[in-house]
């Protein structure tokens, strides 16, 4: 349910009158072209960016105009020819404003001219997937990516083309396809979503080029309303349009939490940051009276510094939701970002040590700037700390937590979703986690079935294995009830809930703490993850889940480690042949290479993963089973990657509660052959107390230290006083939870 | 089948006699500590090797000596603990030389008297599962390698003892290990093994610190026949004894060929290396009148450079025989073996480069002089080139053949196996070949089923899928006739056996050939495979396989290709559930994942793995079958690891020739999203002629180029001429092979 949020929107409308733009105005402004050609010779970073933009286009203008007939999807021919162009395009611009050489205006107005004499031969794209194809791509959404990039290239040669030129564009090119992408796909533009967004900076930025106000309303405030049919499906599943939110200042109201978290998660969040921050900068530099970048709180400069939090120490995003692993702070959004952050935020410091990491700063004043602030030895590291996000408009609608271990040298990290669902990019995962050990998943999140821009998977579209793997429950390190999936698969259902944040405590010494419920994903059913991330010199994790159901259920409890088994506590069979796990629910997705009855009270299960061993400690009852399985049956096309889980199983259970202890420990190099600290330091881990109220967990070391973790399941409150009687002894403690140390006699 | 070579065996004997050492003599030497001394302030490199090896001594001394009572396998405490002594031990001999501070030398005292005081507490090692159990390990080539270290610490407090503190030593500890290993273990000390080595070295080394020209002699030319039970087998497997080759030198007649290459395999050479020439440099620095390193025209130090040929660019050896991946020249004993090559061989300057990486030197006179070296900015490039290394003793025993793409910035390689099995850690795997592309693997060799030293994998030691799976004929790229293993499995029979080498050039421009024949794998049946490495901007590889029977097959060629499935030519068909390809030799270890059928007479199959798209285009009859399988089947302990391989089957076959092309093409990137030539560039691969002398291949090229590879396959003259009419156009060539590179009109 999205809020309508109001702020200032006639304010803005009014401020916006009156302004005849001097060109270029944009991104790069007529006053900053000196400062541009200044810096190039001055600042390393900008010089050496400059120069591999201008090498970029110099290699594409040696080859002759191509401006195909649109055909193909994604990774194909027309796809990749038509997004080369706009990116060329976006940089010949740059390069023509800084160098002057009027080869490059002229190559960008050729190419421009090749385009408006295609543009009226067809109409839409051949290729009718998409629920609301595009004009030179196979959906709208690259055809916004085209005019975010191609309006810029047009700013900067607006005043060197003759005005019959510029009318001619104007009238054949770049009005027809602001209508195309508006007016007339309306239920591409006037959504709140990421392709909204892209659609509405596109035409607003073209607005500001042609100084045409209508279609600058339109970017901002939408369209009207009776354009638009309302309901529908997108190619994800989610609704198109939700009446009453729509245009880009809608779009920053709502896609943003007050922490700039985005409900989509990071992977979408980084897609759709560029038009959200090139469109503002375009505002700020043509209409600063507005200041866009502090509407909302400056939720945009927010929401890049929520990003960069989003990210292993690789700089890589945790794929929450729809995700293509391996995309990370490098890319070209992410460098225009920190640019704008740094520039028209507080120029911290500590976004410069971001920028160097990547080596190339945006081709306009924020990216000069980070530029001579690097030269000037001015960055400072980017420390990323435990942080919770919450989510939805408001902030209210669950959050995203992190912890990161504070030890120095250490880089332990979970991350656990008890968010919105995340709308059609949305995966049935709450109350999901993923663990990370120096940039290495420890537990993974699969992130998207897709191959991005590679034709021969489907187009380089999302793969039917998204829907009937990636997103389904059991392909999360989330408790799975009954083999089902959360909300019963429905993204209409799961979108209307989201998790409820209990406790986020970084602050106590020695460990933090995050909890959360979930209490709509399965009727009748309320969970509640605990994560504890106990510091040291050797750091572990206790995993606290806990369940209360008046029925009784079947409980997979799946762990994604990655590696070789090393060795297990308990006895297994492996199967002689292979069947798929289930059915439906992405089991239909999983071999199950072997199975085992846990015999006793604890089980420990270790791992060796690329120079490290890993050890789940767990408290479990006699009887559960344990599972390994492989992901990839009923994979006609091998769309999935063959990776190992781990499963244990509960059955005919009601209430119940799940302790594991994690620990990442020793390591071994292949040149060396020496492994250390090859087992686990846990002797068991025990659960001492299951209560409605309160839940208390002992963790034996193997060398005689024993501790106990007690929380408060449904108070949180700082100053509450809680007694736990365990084994004749109390456990006194104030507050939500406490981490008792002993050394046994 | 060894035959026995004796080089100057009386003279040496009489060399050795009448010497009386001053100590330390074995690796240091007296006359070398100041140098030593000087070098630790003035070289970089050294300083910083002896910070690092003082550092690692200190940190042992604070704690207390543990000379346990052995118990444990590998990667266990008892033997970890023995094996960080040793190597703790040496460091120490070093750091009191070069510091001449005393408390080094008592500590290495006293950890000497509690092993002579253990010593004679226990019989063997507990552990009964070698087939020569030793005292503080688990097997005597532990034992070997402890003496190999500790003779080197002892000889550097030998002089620093008073007389009856050695006199103590050597009668308790010393004199009782060297009769252990060598007399009381013959089996272990008189056999052509890499065991033996160690087993020499340890007893020629001690003997040289002691004067012991009984143990030296015993080091040199083994033990009397007599004493030794002839056959029976080791644990891998191999024959223990074959009369009449024995001790040091007759390990480097017969371990060796001309060209340096070690039989078992550069895994195993870079183990053995630090025995022959920690051995070879002590023999040099007491004998040097012996002139060890040019015995056998220098094979000790020509073995070195066979060892860095034999990596990819990693650095990491070609995993050829029982191999664990990943051991490269990083490793301590090439540390030590680039330094002995660069002092006692020709002050090569490229092997400073080498030494650079590995940013250590050994703490002697030759790391002196490789520090001085580098220091002084001395080193050139090693460049790896082509090169063909032939196996046997007198070289005349097959080869393994690597061709190397010579275009600059390209690192196309391939290695191919025709070589001796290898002994007891010899695979089944002639004619097998493995290609790697910028230190990436394409067509991966599997290497051994083993975790080295990690004790939870069944103590360390190889498990026994090295026999089931590791070693079989279906584990390697090698054709595979009627589901059967190479010699049915026999380390016997094939140790008997060598492939023989037909083609091996790397002079022709634009491309490379090498061929070779295997006839006695399989009864009746010969194979000829040839690899051509066909250069350019984007070089591609031939592979023609050739196979001779009277009676009619069933022909598997794997391809053990690794990542995902992008496309392919032909249809196939998921299976519902996954069942073992068979029953034995390997098979019962492939869970077959797809299979379908071709219908064409071409075939084409991609796929993706780390950032760019490999291409096998390939020359089929229709009705041949594909089948995709994956390592895993009957594993009931997760030994192996889940690999793809890729199989194109033909049945019902006597003569016949398989051609296929393989490239790697374009990128991806997944910051970027863009893929750039994700398409293979080859069309069709066709066969135009295939009879016994001559084969004719047809590559047509996507840019419509056309080549035709034309070879004899029974005459290697480079003046023979050759006729073959294809389609009646005659191609005429001389010499055995030649590329015809046309444009088709």
């Known amino acids: 349910m999205i809020r309508i949020v109001t702020i200032s929107i006639l304010l803005f409308a ?28 001055k600042y390393e970073l900008f010089n050496n960016s400059y120069a591999s933009a201008k090498a970029e286009v110099d290699e594409a203008m040696r080859l002759p105009i191509s401006v195909p007939t ?62 609301s194809p595009g004009k030179f791509f196979w ?9 975010v990039y191609v309006s810029q290239a047009y700013d900067c040669i607006y005043d060197w083309l003759p005005k019959n030129d510029r009318e001619k564009l104007n009238k054949n090119l770049f009005r027809p396809l602001a209508d195309f992408l508006s007016i007339e796909t309306p239920q591409f533009f006037n959504r709140i979503h990421n392709h909204s967004t892209w659609g509405n900076a596109a035409v607003g930025m073209i607005g500001l080029v042609m100084n045409d106000e209508e279609l600058i309303n339109r970017a901002l405030y939408g369209i009207p309303d009776e354009l638009v049919k309302i309901g529908g499906k997108d190619n994800d599943g989610a609704t198109i349009y939700q009446e009453g939110a729509k245009g880009f200042l809608a779009q920053i109201d709502h896609s943003f939490s007050p922490d700039g978290y985005y409900t989509e998660g990071p992977y979408y969040q980084r897609y759709a940051m560029y038009p959200f921050l090139l469109f503002a900068q375009a505002l700020a530099n043509t209409r600063p009276k507005q200041e866009i970048f502090k509407y909302k709180n400056g939720v945009l400069i927010k929401a890049v510094y929520a990003l960069l939090n989003q990210t292993d120490s690789n700089g890589e995003f945790f794929p929450i939701n729809d995700a293509a692993k391996g995309m990370s702070y490098l890319s070209r959004e992410l460098i225009s970002a920190v640019g704008v952050a740094y520039y028209f935020g507080t120029k911290d410091p500590s976004l410069l040590s971001v920028a160097k990491l990547q080596q190339r700063v945006s081709l306009d004043v924020a990216g000069l700037s980070v530029a001579e602030g690097i ?34 040298n250490q880089d332990l990290t979970l991350v656990m979703k008890y968010s919105k669902h995340g709308m059609g990019h949305g995966h049935f995962d709450k109350l999901s986690f993923s663990m990370y050990n120096n940039g290495k998943e420890v537990f993974q999140d699969y992130g998207a079935a ?10 380089g579209g999302y793969l039917k294995e998204n829907n009937s793997w990636a997103k389904q429950s059991i392909a999360h390190n989330t408790v799975v009830v009954n083999g089902q999936t959360q909300f019963n698969g429905s993204v209409q259902v799961a979108d209307t809930f989201h998790g409820t944040p209990y406790l986020f405590e970084t602050n106590t ?124 049956a009923n994979d006609p096309s091998f769309n999935l990657r063959r990776e190992p889980v781990f499963i244990i199983r509960r059955t005919d ?91 046994e006699k």
């Open 450 to 459: 897709r191959w991005v821009n590679i034709e021969q998977k489907d187009g």
């Open 653 to 743: 259970t009601g209430n119940t509660l799940f302790a594991n202890v994690y620990e990442v420990h020793g390591n071994y190099s292949p040149v060396e052959e020496i492994a250390t600290d090859a087992y686990s330091s846990i002797r068991k881990v025990s659960i001492v107390h299951d209560a409605m109220n309160y839940s208390v967990v002992k963790i034996e070391h193997v060398n005689n230290q024993v501790d106990y973790f007690a929380m408060a399941n449904n108070n949180s409150k700082a100053s509450a006083k809680h007694v736990v009687e365990i084994a004749g002894e109390k456990l006194e403690w104030t507050g939500a939870y406490k981490l008792f140390n002993r050394t």
């Open 14 to 41: 009014g401020l916006s009158m009156g302004y005849s733009q001097q060109h270029p105005c944009l991104i790069i402004t007529k006053e900053s072209i000196q400062q541009l050609q200044m810096g190039a010779n």
């Open 139 to 147: 959906q709208c959404l690259n055809d916004a990516n085209w005019l």
């Open 70 to 131: 649109p055909k193909d999807l994604a990774g194909g021919f027309t796809h990749e020819q038509h997004k080369n162009n706009f990116l060329i395009l976006q940089k010949a611009g740059v390069v023509f404003q800084i160098s002057k050489d009027e080869k490059y205006a002229q190559w960008i107005k050729d190419v421009l001219f090749a385009y408006a004499e295609l543009y009226p031969t067809f109409d839409r794209h051949p290729d009718k997937r998409s629920y």
């Open 509 to 632: 010494k020695g460990y933090q703490v995050m909890s959360a419920f979930e209490t709509n994903g399965y009727e009748g059913i309320k969970m509640q993850r605990t994560l504890v991330l106990i510091e040291g010199n050797h750091s572990i994790v206790l995993d606290l889940f806990k369940i209360n159901s008046e029925k009784k259920n079947t409980y997979d409890f799946p762990l994604y480690f990655k590696g070789d088994v090393m060795k297990t506590s308990f006895a297994f069979q492996v199967s002689k042949e292979l069947l798929p796990m289930g059915k439906n629910n992405g089991y239909q997705h999983l071999w199950k290479e072997a199975s085992g009855v846990v015999s006793d009270d604890k089980l420990s299960f270790s791992w060796f993963d690329k120079g490290s061993f890993q050890t789940i400690s767990s408290a479990v009852h006699a009887g559960d089973s344990v599972l390994f399985a492989r992901v990839g």
């Open 375 to 408: 030269s000037k030895g001015m960055e400072k590291p980017f420390i990323k700390k435990s942080i919770q996000l919450s989510d939805g408009a408001n902030g209210d609608e669950g959050a995203i937590g992190i912890l990161r271990s504070r030890e120095p």
